[in-house]
């Protein structure tokens, strides 16, 4: 059975503290890895996909990379209003989708 | 261009009520989905539409039913309410599987 798992459960950081996040994962043919934020009370926004092992995708403070085991997204000086929750997601040749269960992310000014 | 849109955004029902819930995207996309999420528990995969007239289930399908109704709408169908479908729902639309998805606001369900 596909499985997502995500760690911190939750992490703070100071502004300009770099950090990451991993997602491990279990999947029978990776179709596609996912990142998305989720702000409270809101949808989740797609940030990347990642297709096979190797791939790195960036977006301004923020960068995802996969392993065949693993994903990570990186957070370079963090501000405030990147604090959401970071989820990851991958979709098998079953065409099911798997969600971890989110990092919930604090940047203090 | 409202991308996806959910309705109603709040439901309370009791125990062996009926409703359905709407989602519509302007976007073209040829899937749609249904996603429940419930704290510590991540989303989780109701039903999905990789196109126009095909429905499979996901990891949790037990207790709904869907319609894709056309290649805009899809609508999620309890039956008969319980108190564990008490959750947050998400529609959510893309191109075709394997690729991003864009999700909806959720309707925040409650089933007393």
């Known amino acids: 059975e596909d499985q997502v798992t995500q760690s911190p459960e939750a992490l703070r950081l100071q502004e300009g503290e770099s950090s990451s996040l991993n997602c491990s994962y279990t999947v029978s043919g990776l179709r596609g890895l996912f990142w998305y934020r989720q702000d409270p009370g809101k949808g989740p926004e797609f940030l990347f996909t990642l297709y096979s092992a190797g791939e790195e995708k960036e977006k301004e403070r923020l960068k995802a990379t996969l392993t065949k085991k693993e994903s990570f997204l990186h957070i370079t000086a963090p501000k405030p209003e990147d604090s959401a929750t970071y989820l990851c997601?991958?979709?098998?040749?079953?065409?099911?989708?798997?969600f971890g269960a989110g990092t919930r992310l604090t940047v203090k000014p | 261009n409202a991308g996806v849109t959910q309705t109603p955004k709040f439901q309370v029902l009791k125990t062996g009520q009926s409703m359905t819930l709407q989602c519509a995207q302007d976007m073209n996309h040829n899937s749609m989905y249904w996603y429940r999420q419930d704290p510590g528990m991540g989303l989780r995969l109701i039903y999905y539409?990789?196109?126009?007239?095909?429905?499979d289930k996901g990891e949790v399908p037990n207790g709904y039913n869907v319609s894709r109704l056309n290649k805009r709408e899809f609508s999620l169908r309890l039956e008969s309410a319980a108190p564990s479908q008490t959750s947050v729902y998400f529609c959510?639309?893309?191109?075709?599987?394997?690729?991003?998805?864009?999700f909806g606001p959720g309707t925040r369900l409650t089933v007393l």
């Open positions: 539409s990789a196109s126009e007239g095909t429905t």
């Open positions: 997601a991958v979709q098998g040749g079953n065409n099911d989708m798997r």
């Open positions: 959510a639309s893309g191109t075709s599987l394997g690729v991003e998805q864009f």
